[in-house]
């Protein structure tokens, strides 16, 4: 069983589509993040999610739209795609905000756009 | 500001040989430092962590690293490095007053020659 699973893995789009990225845990964890990697591989966070409240939003464009259904889903929502968000988003979770045990990753989502 | 410094973009050891990985960072507090690994197309993997205590900790894979509070480095160790680990390596310090996130260094890339 994969503990945090992203969909899709790749994802192929035109510039000014909508697109979605879900991501699932089961871990138990109360809180769950986006990191952007880009295409020299640095990593950055967007945002996270405690048991549904928003608690990181970095700044990001309001294109980027998180989305917490529940604890143990955060999705994410791209409007009108540009080039420029080509990169690998990675989902990720962690037992707590306030914890310091770490994350656990999922395997990513390289967004081509063109 | 809060930032991690990896001073080595690509490394080249031989098999067998011993390796290390520089990481540097800047936080005025006690930081939380992580260790990750990610091979190509994949997602990342927790190497080990530091939290408090020994300065000195093990990971997975044979790896270890220390917290060297004085020079603000916490540098990645292995004695002999495998095929294997060839992939790239990042350093992170955890910032719990921000919502526990995750400041990436730009990661070093390890090259393993047989």
């Known amino acids: 069983d994969t503990a945090v699973s992203q969909t899709p893995k790749y994802l192929v789009t035109q510039m000014g589509n909508d697109k979605s990225i879900k991501c699932e845990q089961n871990?138990?964890?109360?809180?769950m993040y986006w990191y952007k990697q880009d295409s020299k591989k640095f990593l950055k966070i967007m945002f996270s999610?405690?048991?549904?409240?928003?608690?990181i939003n970095e700044t990001v464009p309001n294109r980027f739209s998180p989305k917490s259904p529940d604890k143990a889903h955060l999705n994410l929502h791209i409007n009108s795609l540009e080039l420029g968000d080509s990169a690998v988003y990675f989902c990720?979770?962690?037992?707590?905000?306030?914890?310091?045990?770490?994350?656990?990753f999922g395997s990513g989502t390289r967004l081509t756009v063109v | 500001a809060q930032s991690v410094t990896q001073p080595d973009i690509h490394i080249t050891v031989s098999e067998g040989a011993s390796l290390e990985l520089r990481c540097n960072y800047s936080?005025?507090?006690?930081?939380?430092l992580f260790w990750y690994v990610q091979s190509p197309g994949q997602g990342l993997q927790l190497l080990l962590k530091?939290?408090?205590?020994?300065?000195l900790v093990q990971g997975i894979k044979g790896f270890e690293a220390e917290f060297k509070r004085s020079q603000s480095s916490f540098n990645l160790r292995k004695p002999s490095v495998h095929w294997s680990d060839a992939a790239e390596y990042f350093c992170?310090?955890?910032?719990?007053?921000?919502?526990?996130?995750?400041?990436f260094g730009a990661g070093t890339i390890l090259r393993v020659k047989s």
């Open positions: 990720a979770s962690s037992a707590h905000y306030r914890d310091t045990y770490g994350y656990t």
């Open positions: 871990l138990g964890h109360d809180t």
């Open positions: 999610y405690n048991n549904k409240e928003l608690i």
């Open positions: 936080y005025g507090a006690t930081p939380y």
């Open positions: 530091y939290f408090s205590g020994d300065t």
């Open positions: 992170a310090v955890g910032l719990m007053e921000y919502g526990n996130k995750l400041v």
